[in-house]
């Protein structure tokens, strides 16, 4: 083990852009809490991006978790800069 310290860059409140392999329903968004969402389909798959602010780290893995439920494949999780 080296000496450097690990640091947790979860602090609070953040902005993520979580993106899926599918097209989710807009009426399902209530279920998701406070997110915006972007959908592009190309001719071999739909992809969906989720934005939005979440409040700690447990509410974030909460809509992770709540999309892996509705068996959504997770694509990518990227914390946006503020």
Do not use: H
């Not at 979580?18 to 915006?36: A, C, E, K, Q, R």
């Amino acid at each position: 083990m080296n000496d450097s310290k690990l640091v947790n860059s979860f602090t609070g409140r953040a902005t993520y852009q979580i993106t899926v392999n599918g097209t989710i329903n807009p009426s399902f968004l209530p279920f998701l809490g406070d997110v915006s969402l972007a959908q592009t389909e190309t001719k071999k798959r739909s992809i969906t991006t989720l934005t939005g602010e979440v409040i700690d780290q447990s509410a974030l893995a909460g809509l992770i978790n709540t999309l892996i439920d509705y068996r959504y494949t997770v694509i990518s999780v990227l914390k946006l800069e503020q």
